[in-house]
């Protein structure tokens, strides 16, 4: 049975930093794509970054690119989320998602989502 678990959500204020990891288990999950996708109070899930099973291959969100990066060892199940210069608009429940899709078409094919987290809170003060 695959299980993501999310960790590492906090506050912090605008201008800070956090780490988010999401261990993966299940032994089909090294060689999927993983991802983390965040969702906000009344608003729709939405794509943030992801990662091939390599850990060659990265996609971002245009609104995170240069200050979040995301990494995993090569064919490893742990995925992290490096999340620097926060901002209040990034306040949001954030998920870990893997799916047997290229990292390049993660965000826009999420009906392809195999496995999903139960989410860690991320909360960005002004």
């Known amino acids: 049975q695959v299980q993501l678990v999310e960790s590492g959500g906090g506050s912090v204020q605008a201008g800070g930093s956090l780490r988010l990891s999401c261990a993966g288990s299940?032994?089909?999950?090294?060689?999927?794509?993983m991802g983390w996708f965040r969702q906000a109070p009344g608003k729709e899930r939405e794509f943030v970054a992801a990662i091939s099973w390599s850990g060659a291959s990265t996609n971002y969100a245009d609104s995170v690119k240069g200050r979040f990066t995301i990494s995993r060892e090569k064919a490893k199940t742990t995925v992290y989320l490096e999340m620097n210069n926060l901002k209040p608009e990034d306040t949001a429940v954030y998920y870990c998602?893997?799916?047997?899709?290229?990292?390049?078409?993660?965000?826009?094919?999420?009906?392809?989502?195999?496995?999903w987290g139960q989410g860690t809170q991320v909360t960005v003060s002004s």
């Open positions: 998602a893997a799916a047997a899709v290229p990292a390049q078409v993660m965000g826009v094919m999420t009906r392809k989502i195999d496995y």
């Open positions: 299940g032994r089909t999950l090294s060689s999927y794509a």
